[in-house]
C-alpha cells in the first residue's frame, strides 16, 4: 500500500485510489463540486486542485481523480493550491451569483466575494459540473441528459432542448446537483413530476387511498425490476403514501379481535 | 517484374518493382507537374492540369509527354506552379492562356518562357529551377522532399522514389527494438506541439500492458493559418501510411487510424486512394510482405472541433463521443483508446519515420539543435513577401526563415514580431529574431514550436489585437468543461475587449496576468493551460501598447476603432473633394482648392475618407 503525505500527515491508501481519498482518510478537507462517489471523476470544476510533489518541481493535481501508484507527496494547504482553488471559486461565483449552495461552500473556504463581473450565462446558476449527466447515464442507465454547445456556450440539455422521454422522473440530477440548480416541481393537477430546467416530466403514481401524488410511475417499474424483493409484497407496499399506510395498517390492526387470556 | 497489379509476397519485391517502374522511364520522357495542392487548385491549377492533359493525348507518340497531379510545393504565393521535366523548369503564376505556350516552347521546343519565370524583387534576376529561388534555397526538405514531385494519387509514383523501401528495410532486417533504437538515434520529437520524444512514446507504448494496442495518426490541423499536415496528406499520403506501418510494427499494433478534418476534402480522398491502393498491394492487411506484421488502417473525419487536435480529445471523439478531453495522470500509451495502449503522433512526425530509417537516425542527429533535431515544416504566413510551406533545418534564425525565404515585409512595411506556435503560442518581437528556432528556445521566449504556423505581422498590427484575436479563438474552441478555460477565457477577453474599445481600466495587465496564471495551472488540457501564451507573450514585449490604449486611450497601431483620429494632411490634400462626398455623416468641409478639414465632432471614424482618399492625404492619428 502507497504512503500519502498530506500536508505533512502519512496515511496508508489502496493502490488506485485517489488523492482526495486519501485526504479524508487523513481528515483533510478539500473542497469538491463535480466529485460524487456513485460515478466516475470528470474532473471537470477543477475545485480540488492540490500541489503534487513531483521532486525539482511542484504540479497542480486534481485531488478528486489523481491516482495514487506510489509514495507521493501533496499540499493542500499550501499557498498556490489555495490561491488556485480560490481562483476557480471566484469563477464560479461570477457564473453562479445566485446559487445559495455555492455561496455556502466559498465561504467555508474563505472566499467571500468574486473580483470578476458575470461574463457567461447560457444556463442560469449552472456551474457545468456535469453530475447531473453523469448520474443519469452511470446510474440510473438512462443518458436523458447531456451537454449541448461548446466553450462558454456549453449547456446541460435533452436532446434538442426539448422534454425528454427517456427521462423517468427519478429526480437523481436535483439530487447530486451541488449548487441546487435542478429543481424538482410537482404539477398535482396533471398529476406529474416535472425535472427542472429540463422540461421533462414523467406521470405520477397516486396513493390508492388519498390520491396524493407519490412517485414517478416509470421510477417504481425500473425498481422493481432491479430490486430483489419478493415482488408481490412489494408491490402492496408500494400501492399507499407513507400516511395512508400508518392508518391501514392501524386499522387492520383494530379490525383484528383482540385475544383475551 | 510485372508493374501492373502487383501484390508484394516479400520485402524485396519492392525494390525490384521500383526498379522495373524506373526501367520504364525512357530517358527522353518528358513530365509536366501541375501542382494541386489547395492553395493552386484554388487559383485554378485543376484546369491548367486537364488542358496539359490534353495537350500530352493529343501530342505526337515520338516523345513520351506526362502531365501529372502533384502536391504543394509550398511556393503558395506564387501559384499556380508547374515544372517541366527535364531541366526541372518552374514556371509561377501559371494561367490557363500560358498552357499551350509552355507546351510548345518548353515541353515540346525545351526553350524557356522568361515571363513565367520566378523574379528576384530586389535583383531583377530570373530563376529557372527551384534551387536557385532564395525561397527554396535556404531549405531543407525531408518530409516535403517528395511533394511537388509524385502523384500522390498514384503508389507506383512513390515506391519509384524510394517509398516503402523503408518498410523492407524494417521488415526485412530489423527488430522491433532496432526500429525503437533508430528513431531513439534519431533524437525526433513530436512534430504536433508538444515536442514529446517519439521513440520514448513508442517504448512506453510497445512495453504497455494490454492488447489491442493502437497507432493512431492526428491530422486534425486547426491553428489559424496553418496548413503543414494539410500538404503532407494531400501531397505524399504514403510517407504517412509507411510511417504509421513501421510505427506499428515497432509497437506491436494491428490497427491504426488517422484522423484527418472534414475540412480537408482533398486530404482525406488522397489518404483513401492511398490506403485501398497499399491494401490491394498488400502492403497494409494481413501478413504484409509475406511476414508476420498484420495491419490496417482507418480513416475518421474530424467534425471541426479545434480541441479534438488533443490526445484525449481526439480519442474520444474516435470512441464515436463528443471531443472532449479527459485527465492524462494515466497516459494514452497505457490507457488511450478504448482504454488500450494507443500511440499518436502527427502527421509530420509520421511522415519523418522513413526517411530516418531509410537514411539512419544519426544522418537525422546531424541536422538541427542539441535537443531539436531535424527539420520542421512552417506554414509562413501573415504580412511577408512570400508566403507559403517551408521546411527548414532545426536551428535555423527567425530572421532567415522571414527575410531569406518569406523575402521580408511585404509593402515596405516595418516587422513588429512573428507569432509562432498557433493559438498557444506567443508573439515574437524584432529583437528576438536571431534567436535559433527549437523547441527550447522557443519555449524560453514565451512562444512555442507548436504544429508550425508562423505569421508575420507588420507595424500596423496593434498587439492587443492579435491578444484579443487568438483569445476569442481559444474562447469559441474551448469545450466548455473545466472552469478555468471555459470561465477563465471569457473574462480575458472581456477584459481585452474592454482594453480595446478604449474602456481599459488601471489594474487589467495584472488582472489579465493573473487569470493567465490561473489557467496555466489548473486547466485541465493543453488548450486551456497554454491558452494566455498569445496575452501573456504581447504582454512581455509590447507592454507599452497596452499602456496606450489603457492610459492614454490611444492605439499606438491605429487599428482599433474609436482610439485614433482621422485627419487630412494640409500639404498632401489635392482638395478633389472625393472625400467630401464620400462621408456619410458629412463631417469633411472644404471647398475647390482649399485643403478640406474633417470635423472631428461630427467624424464617426468609419474610414470612409481614408479608403477613398487617391492621394492619400487622409492619416490616421
Not at chain 2, 41 to 57: D, H, P
Not at chain 2, 252 to 266: C, D
Amino acid at each position: 500500500m502507497p504512503t500519502v503525505t498530506i500536508d505533512g500527515q502519512k496515511v496508508r491508501i489502496k493502490k488506485g485510489l485517489t488523492v482526495l481519498d486519501a485526504a479524508k482518510k487523513a481528515g483533510i478537507w478539500i473542497p469538491t463540486l463535480c466529485y460524487h462517489p456513485a460515478v466516475a471523476s470528470e474532473a471537470s470544476c477543477r475545485l480540488c486542485m492540490v500541489e503534487l510533489d513531483r521532486g525539482d518541481w511542484r504540479q497542480l493535481i486534481t485531488a478528486c481523480n489523481y491516482p495514487v501508484r506510489q509514495d507521493i507527496v501533496v499540499y493542500v494547504s499550501s499557498e498556490r493550491a489555495e490561491k488556485a482553488r480560490r481562483g476557480v471559486m471566484e469563477l464560479l461565483l461570477a457564473r453562479a451569483p445566485e446559487s445559495r449552495e455555492l455561496a455556502a461552500l466559498a465561504c467555508r473556504m474563505g472566499v467571500e466575494k468574486t473580483h470578476y463581473p458575470s461574463v457567461t450565462e447560457s444556463q442560469r446558476n449552472c456551474i457545468l459540473c456535469g453530475l447531473c449527466v453523469s448520474v443519469c447515464e452511470q446510474v440510473i442507465g438512462r443518458a436523458a441528459i447531456g451537454f449541448a454547445g461548446r466553450g462558454a456556450e456549453r449547456t446541460v440539455a435533452a436532446p434538442f432542448r426539448q422534454a425528454s422521454e427517456d427521462c423517468i422522473g427519478c429526480g437523481a440530477c436535483a439530487a447530486v446537483c451541488p449548487v441546487g440548480t435542478i429543481k424538482i416541481r410537482l404539477h398535482k393537477d396533471e398529476r406529474e413530476i416535472e425535472i427542472s430546467p429540463f422540461k421533462s416530466r414523467a406521470k405520477m403514481v397516486l396513493c390508492e387511498r388519498c390520491g396524493m401524488p407519490m412517485y414517478s410511475g416509470q421510477v417504481s417499474r425500473e425498481a422493481m425490476s432491479k430490486v430483489k424483493i419478493g415482488r408481490k409484497a412489494f408491490t402492496e407496499y408500494l400501492r399507499l403514501c407513507p400516511k395512508c399506510r400508518r392508518t391501514e395498517t392501524a386499522e387492520r390492526f383494530a379490525s383484528v379481535p383482540v385475544r383475551r387470556e | 517484374m510485372n508493374t501492373a497489379a502487383a501484390k508484394f509476397a516479400a520485402p524485396a519485391d519492392i525494390e525490384a518493382f521500383s526498379q522495373a517502374v524506373r526501367g520504364k522511364i525512357r530517358a527522353d520522357s518528358k513530365v509536366v507537374r501541375v501542382c494541386i495542392g489547395t492553395g493552386c487548385a484554388a487559383k485554378g491549377s485543376r484546369k491548367i492540369y486537364e488542358l496539359f492533359r490534353q495537350a500530352a493525348e493529343q501530342s505526337m507518340d515520338d516523345v513520351k509527354i506526362e502531365a501529372k497531379c502533384v502536391g504543394c510545393h509550398g511556393f503558395c504565393e506564387r501559384g499556380p506552379i508547374v515544372v517541366v521535366e527535364p531541366g526541372e523548369i518552374l514556371y509561377q503564376r501559371v494561367e490557363e492562356p500560358d498552357v499551350a505556350e509552355i507546351f510548345r516552347e518548353t515541353v515540346l521546343g525545351g526553350r524557356v518562357i522568361e515571363r513565367l519565370l520566378y523574379e528576384d524583387s530586389a535583383t531583377g534576376t530570373r530563376a529557372s529551377k527551384a534551387e536557385e529561388i532564395p525561397f527554396y534555397a535556404v531549405q531543407k526538405r525531408i518530409v516535403l522532399e517528395n511533394n511537388g514531385r509524385i502523384d500522390p494519387a498514384r503508389i507506383t509514383d512513390y515506391i519509384a522514389q524510394g517509398g516503402y523501401s523503408a518498410l523492407a528495410k524494417v521488415l526485412s532486417s530489423m527488430t522491433p527494438e532496432d526500429v525503437i533504437a533508430e528513431v531513439e538515434a534519431s533524437g525526433l520529437r513530436g512534430r504536433g506541439g508538444g515536442g514529446f520524444p517519439t521513440a520514448r512514446k513508442w517504448r512506453s507504448c510497445r512495453e504497455a500492458k494490454g492488447k489491442p494496442k493502437y497507432v493512431v495518426c492526428n491530422g486534425d490541423e486547426g491553428d489559424p493559418g496553418a496548413f503543414m499536415d494539410r500538404s503532407i496528406m494531400e501531397g505524399n499520403p504514403h510517407s504517412v501510411i509507411e510511417g504509421m506501418l513501421i510505427g506499428a510494427y515497432a509497437i506491436g499494433s494491428e490497427q491504426g487510424y488517422i484522423y484527418v478534418r472534414n475540412e480537408y476534402p482533398l486530404a482525406v480522398e488522397h489518404l483513401g486512394t492511398a490506403i485501398s491502393q497499399a491494401r490491394e498491394m498488400g502492403l497494409l492487411g494481413k501478413n504484409i510482405l509475406g511476414g508476420t506484421l498484420s495491419f490496417d488502417i482507418e480513416i475518421n473525419r474530424g467534425g471541426g472541433a479545434f480541441v479534438c487536435g488533443e490526445s484525449t480529445a481526439l480519442m474520444a471523439s474516435l470512441e464515436g463521443r463528443a471531443g472532449v478531453p479527459r485527465a492524462k495522470y494515466i497516459h494514452t500509451v497505457e490507457s488511450g483508446l478504448r482504454n488500450k495502449p494507443t500511440n499518436l503522433n502527427n502527421v509530420e512526425t509520421w511522415a519523418n519515420i522513413p526517411a530516418i530509417i531509410n537514411r539512419g537516425g544519426r544522418w537525422f542527429a546531424d541536422i538541427g539543435t542539441k535537443n531539436s533535431k531535424g527539420t520542421k515544416v512552417f506554414s509562413l504566413v501573415g504580412n511577408v513577401r512570400n508566403t507559403g510551406l517551408v521546411e527548414v533545418p532545426m536551428g535555423i534564425t527567425l530572421r532567415r526563415i522571414i527575410d531569406e525565404i518569406g523575402g521580408g515585409v511585404r509593402d515596405g512595411k516595418r516587422f513588429k514580431a512573428v507569432q509562432t506556435g498557433g493559438p498557444s503560442g506567443g508573439c515574437i518581437p524584432a529583437e528576438h529574431l536571431d534567436t535559433r528556432v527549437d523547441f527550447d528556445e522557443l519555449t524560453k521566449l514565451g512562444s512555442m514550436m507548436g504544429s508550425g504556423g508562423m505569421i508575420v505581422m507588420d507595424e500596423d498590427t496593434c498587439m492587443v489585437r492579435v491578444a484579443k484575436y487568438f483569445t476569442e479563438f481559444l474562447q469559441k474552441e474551448s469545450c466548455g468543461k473545466c472552469t478555468p478555460c471555459r470561465e477563465g477565457l471569457a473574462q480575458m477577453l472581456h477584459i481585452l475587449g474592454r482594453i480595446t474599445d478604449g474602456e481599459g481600466q488601471v489594474g487589467d495587465i495584472v488582472r489579465l496576468e493573473e487569470l493567465a496564471d490561473l489557467l496555466e495551472g489548473t486547466a485541465l488540457c493543453a488548450l486551456g493551460k497554454t491558452a494566455a501564451n498569445p496575452v501573456l507573450s504581447t504582454i512581455r514585449y509590447f507592454r507599452d501598447e497596452y499602456d496606450a490604449h489603457i492610459r492614454d486611450r490611444h492605439c499606438p497601431a491605429k487599428e482599433c476603432r474609436g482610439l485614433f483620429r482621422y485627419e487630412i494632411d494640409e500639404e498632401a490634400c489635392k482638395a478633389c473633394g472625393i472625400c467630401l462626398k464620400a462621408c456619410p455623416v458629412d463631417a469633411i468641409t472644404g471647398e475647390k482648392k482649399v485643403p478640406h478639414v474633417i470635423d472631428q465632432d461630427k467624424c464617426t471614424l468609419c474610414g470612409t475618407c481614408w479608403e477613398k482618399c487617391p492621394f492619400t492625404a487622409v492619416m490616421k492619428v
